[in-house]
């Protein structure tokens, strides 16, 4: 059974930084792309970054880009995201979820809740 | 970078057929999935490569992609299909390859 696991998130003043974690199970983490994604209160879902299976490609979304860094240790089954200069505006609910063939998201985790207020 | 467009909302009766509209240009030439989001709970892939059902998704629900729209259909609708809806591409040729359509709620009257 896949399970995707989020966690790190919390309550963080504007400025601040957060390290959110996904622990991934059930499938061979090392050939899975990889991809966060967010969704604020009462809003859409927004993709967040992309990480190839190696590591060796990321991409980010233009409201985070030089602010946020994706990871992943394939010997730990585990991928990251590190969020620094955070903002109100980067309040949401993170999930991490492996790219399926075609690059769909046919697995998600249950999501790990970031907020930045002071 | 490319852009996905759905109504804000679609309500239709218990029984009758709803259908969810995502654009895009030339959206035919890349596969579409959906999403179903319920409050609270995170997102479940209902079509995946325009009309393709994972497993446990009823037959009620189909999809198909054609020059600038795809189509979410949901057949003999129930209350318990009331919620969110995303339609989502890979755009192959971008730095930001995944785009997500801003959502459909569904109401069942």
């Known amino acids: 059974e896949v399970q995707l696991v989020e966690s790190g998130g919390g309550l963080v003043q504007p400025g601040g930084s957060l390290r959110l974690s996904c622990a991934a199970s059930?499938?061979?983490?090392?050939?899975?792309?990889m991809n966060w994604v967010r969704q604020a209160p009462g809003k859409g879902l927004e993709w967040v970054s992309y990480?190839?299976?190696?590591?060796?490609?990321?991409y980010y979304a233009d409201s985070v880009k030089g602010r946020f860094t994706i990871s992943r240790d394939n010997a730990k089954n585990s991928l990251y995201l590190q969020m620094n200069s955070l903002r109100a505006e980067d309040t949401a609910v993170y999930y991490c979820?492996?790219?399926?063939?075609?690059?769909?998201?046919?697995?998600w985790g249950q999501g790990t809740l970031v907020t930045v207020s002071s | 970078s490319y852009v996905l467009t759905q109504p804000p909302s679609v309500s239709v009766a218990p029984g009758k057929t709803a259908r969810i509209t995502c654009g895009g240009n030339?959206?035919?030439?890349?596969?579409v999935h959906w999403y179903q989001q319920k409050p609270g709970q995170a997102p479940v892939l209902v079509i995946y490569?325009?009309?393709d059902r994972p497993s446990g998704i009823p037959e009620r629900f189909s999809g198909s992609n054609s020059g600038n729209t795809a189509t979410l259909t949901i057949s003999r609708v129930e209350a318990g299909d009331e919620a969110d809806y995303y339609c989502?591409?890979?755009?192959?040729?971008?730095?930001?390859?995944?785009?997500f359509g801003g959502g459909t709620k569904l109401t069942v009257l």
């Open positions: 490569y325009d009309s």
């Open positions: 059930g499938f061979t983490f090392s050939s899975y792309e």
């Open positions: 989502q591409v890979w755009d192959s040729s971008s730095d930001h390859p995944v785009v």
């Open positions: 990480i190839s299976s190696s590591g060796s490609t990321i």
């Open positions: 030339n959206i035919g030439s890349k596969s």
């Open positions: 979820a492996p790219s399926a063939a075609g690059g769909g998201f046919d697995y």
